[in-house]
Nanobody, 121 residues
Framework: HVQLVESGGGSVQAGGSLTLSCGAS??????MGWFRQAPGKEREGVAAIDSDGSTTYADSVKGRFTISKDNAKNTLYLQMNSLKPEDTAMYFCVAVISRWSRWRDREAWTYWGQGTQVTVS
């Protein structure tokens, strides 16, 4: 069982930056990712990183967000630059996926954090 705890959310002006962190209760030698959910919208995959370090991003954040993982610290990061109001959402950390090709599918991930709010105005 993996416990995930997100931090780093907050309020920022458009064009600003934030870095989200996700601390895991176990060694992070598995796939991890970030989802987000805005009010009234479906939860969507933002980015994911495989156990071999491969990364993938949603088109809406490609070039602005960077996902990374520090296995020595059991921590996942999401560096978010050039933030837009449409990035406003609750951001969730996820871990352990059944199949990498399904990274956008929320049902494919086993463990979820409680979320951290990001507000861009």
């Amino acid at each position: 069982h993996v416990q995930l705890v997100e931090s780093g959310g907050g309020s920022v002006q458009a064009g600003g930056s934030l870095t989200l962190s996700c601390g895991a209760s176990t060694y992070t030698d598995y796939s991890m990712g970030w989802f987000r959910q805005a009010p009234g919208k479906e939860r969507e995959g933002v980015a994911a990183i495989d156990s071999d370090g491969s990364t993938t991003y949603a088109d809406s954040v490609k070039g602005r967000f960077t996902i990374s993982k520090d296995n020595a610290k059991n921590t996942l990061y999401l560096q978010m630059n050039s933030l837009k109001p449409e990035d406003t959402a609750m951001y969730f950390c996820v871990a352990v996926i059944s199949r990498w090709s399904r990274w956008r599918d929320r049902e494919a991930w086993t463990y979820w954090g409680q979320g951290t709010q990001v507000t861009v105005s």
